[in-house]
Structure formats: structure tokens, C-alpha cells
């Protein structure tokens, strides 16, 4: 399967910390994504990486690419409670076109008062 | 308009029944995507249409039937469905695939179907 995989599956913190996920892949891509998603709705892209950028930031998020290791990490600074959501990144591989996205196993991610 | 809507917004069904899940967009998207997801799992493509023509199939079963009358929806026929085929069924759209150089999907909320 081409599918990546995440790692922590889960993770607790409290309001103020920061989380980090992480995101390894199998195949060379053309951009790496990070998508949320809240319970039971739909995906909301958040930040992409193109494969010749190694750092990126939009906001509280800061996203890194290591395309020697195939990985990805996606870190959210001074966590807030709305947060709280399921984290996937998302790869187009090189040899199949960026049309087909494959998508990590995610990180639920839970931020408490 | 950057939005994404998807009807019904839960669906329960016999495995006998025949419906229809629909999904439109008006950002002038030209590619429109349909997943499922399993709880705790992450979305897996079913099909990617192109300039309303269907351009990838995951080899989906057939009792799955996507069609795309315009380029503003995308419609997906149930028939005959099982009851492992109960989940979310997320909705997608994308830029221009021909002038577009990355993949931003945005994402309608989903139908949540009960196979009974």
C-alpha cells in the first residue's frame, strides 16, 4: 500500500503546549499536505510543502519535509482547546499523477483546557 | 462561494434500496473527487473525475455508480450496497488539473451512511 503512516496515533496535551506529529511516506511526491479534521466533518487543507522546500510556516504551524527520509512533521505551537481534531498529511506521487491523493493514517489530537 | 455542500447529510438504507448522494461546488473547480472513510481511518479514494469525465477509479465495485452531469456536481448512485459499505463519503473538489501545479482538495462535510 502506498498508504503513509503517522505517528503518535493519538496525542494529549494541554492549552499552551506544543504538538508535534509526524508522517513517513513510501514513494517520491511532488508536495506533501496537511490536512485537519474535526469529528466526523470534512478535511480542511491547511498548509502544503512543495518536495524541494525542507521548512514552511502559515501561522502556528510550522511543517518541515525531509524527502532523504521520507518524512514529514507538523508542528502547532501554543495549542488552543479547537484544536482538537484529526490530523492527516496527504502525498501525490510522482508516478501517478498529483490528482490521487493518499493519505496518512493520522494523529487524533486532543488539547484540554 | 468556497464551499463544498454534500446531501443528505445521513442516509440509512436496506441492502435493497436504491439512492443517490450528491455533491456541488461552484468555486469553478474542475476536478471532483469522492472517498470513504471508515472511523478512525483515513479517507480512501474512490473515484477523481476530470472535466466531468471519469479519469481514475479505485476499482471500486460496481454497486458504486459516480456520475457527473456538469462540472458543478458530482453524483454518487448506491445499489445493492452491503453493510461494510457504512461510512462517511466525502465529496472533493480541485483547480484546473491542466494548469493547476498542486493539489489543494477542499472537502464537502460528508454523508454518513447506514447500511442496515
Known amino acids: 500500500s502506498q498508504q503513509g503512516e503517522e505517528d503518535p496515533q493519538a496525542l494529549s496535551i494541554q492549552e499552551g503546549e506544543n504538538a508535534t506529529m509526524n508522517c513517513s511516506y513510501k514513494?517520491?511526491?511532488?508536495?506533501l499536505q496537511w490536512y485537519r479534521q474535526n469529528s466526523g466533518r470534512g478535511l480542511v487543507h491547511l498548509i502544503l510543502i512543495r518536495s524541494n522546500e525542507r521548512e514552511k510556516h502559515s501561522g502556528r504551524l510550522r511543517v518541515t519535509l525531509d524527502t532523504s527520509k521520507k518524512s514529514s512533521s507538523l508542528l502547532i505551537t501554543a495549542s488552543r482547546a479547537a484544536d482538537t481534531a484529526s490530523y492527516f498529511c496527504a502525498t501525490d506521487a510522482k508516478n501517478t499523477g498529483f490528482q490521487k491523493l493518499v493519505f496518512g493514517t493520522g494523529t487524533r489530537l486532543l488539547v484540554s483546557p | 462561494d468556497t464551499e463544498v455542500t454534500q446531501t443528505p447529510k445521513h442516509l440509512v438504507m436496506g441492502m435493497t434500496n436504491k439512492k443517490s448522494l450528491k455533491c456541488e461546488q461552484h468555486?469553478?473547480?474542475?476536478?471532483m473527487y469522492w472517498y470513504k472513510q471508515k472511523a478512525k481511518k483515513p479517507p480512501e479514494l474512490m473515484f477523481v473525475y476530470s472535466y466531468e469525465k471519469l479519469s481514475i477509479n479505485e476499482s471500486v465495485p460496481s454497486r458504486f455508480s459516480p456520475e457527473c452531469p456538469n462540472s458543478s456536481l458530482l453524483n454518487l448512485h448506491l445499489h445493492a450496497l452491503q453493510p461494510e459499505d457504512s461510512a462517511l463519503y466525502l465529496c472533493a473538489s480541485s483547480q484546473d488539473p491542466r494548469t493547476a501545479s498542486y493539489n489543494e482538495q477542499f472537502f464537502g462535510p460528508g454523508t454518513r451512511l447506514t447500511v442496515l
Open positions: 514513494t517520491s511526491i511532488n508536495n
Open positions: 468555486m469553478g473547480h474542475r476536478a
